[in-house]
């Protein structure tokens, strides 16, 4: 059974870090591109960052570039979100994905090319 796992969420104050992680299982994920999104009550689901199979390419939201860095092992089948400088709009719930059909960076930010999803996290910024 495939399961893709988060962690690491909390609440924080405005300006704090946290790192999310996500466990993947069930099958080999190291030809897959992961990817995060996050959805906040009353609006869709976003994207934020995703990264290749490799880990050399990776792509993100504007508002979270310089903020927050994906990266991920391979060897372990996890992937990470590193979140510095936290703001209360980035308050959600933060699933991770993956997927295969990606044929550029910025096709990994296409939900709807994901085939695995999370159950979610969640990150609440105060100010």
């Known amino acids: 059974q495939v399961q893709l796992v988060e962690a690491g969420g909390g609440l924080v104050q405005a300006g704090d870090s946290l790192r999310l992680s996500c466990a993947a299982s069930?099958?080999?994920?190291?030809?897959?591109?992961r990817g995060w999104f996050r959805q906040s009550p009353g609006k869709e689901r976003e994207f934020v960052a995703a990264i290749n199979w490799s880990g050399g390419s990776t792509y993100y939201k504007d508002s979270v570039k310089g903020r927050f860095t994906i990266s991920r092992d391979n060897a372990k089948n996890l992937v990470y979100l590193q979140m510095l400088s936290l703001k209360p709009e980035d308050t959600a719930v933060y699933y991770c994905?993956?997927?295969?059909?990606?044929?550029?960076?910025?096709?990994?930010?296409?939900?709807?090319?994901?085939?695995?999803w999370g159950q979610g996290t969640q990150v609440t910024v105060s100010s």
């Open positions: 069930g099958r080999a994920f190291s030809n897959y591109a």
């Open positions: 994905a993956a997927g295969l059909r990606f044929t550029t960076a910025q096709a990994m930010s296409i939900r709807g090319l994901y085939d695995y």
